[in-house]
């Protein structure tokens, strides 16, 4: 798999439309902290195609009706960690911005589970 040396459009679009269009972010959205750091990027809302259709096909309503209420809880644990307390409190402050951070969290995630 390539990697492009532009930076990604969620990235750089949002801030220079926001408020002129609608953002919607839509491929690759699985989970809740997926839905968050869309919004965080600047998205107006989250597509979810993908993860409804399986849970549609395998489940039918009641599935779509689990995966919807799991996306809300990781949704809220991800604000939670964040210190959001409302959807409009989301912003790019929440997200981590560099490699070392994230370093960071992946080393106290694995001496938790030890």
Request: hydrophobic share 45%; proline share 4%.
């Amino acid at each position: 798999m390539a990697c492009s040396p532009r930076p990604a459009p969620c990235r750089q679009l949002p801030t220079p439309v926001k408020g002129d269009i609608t953002i919607l972010a839509d491929s690759g959205i699985r989970n809740g902290l997926d839905v968050v750091r869309m919004i965080a990027l600047g998205a107006d809302s989250v597509l979810l195609g993908r993860a409804y259709l399986y849970a549609l096909a395998t489940h039918g309503k009641q599935g779509v009706a689990n995966l919807l209420n799991l996306i809300e809880k990781e949704m809220k644990v991800a604000m939670t960690l964040t210190g959001a307390k409302s959807i409009r409190e989301i912003s790019r402050d929440s997200l981590v911005q560099n490699a070392e951070a994230l370093q960071t969290f992946d080393a106290l995630k694995q001496n938790n589970a030890a």
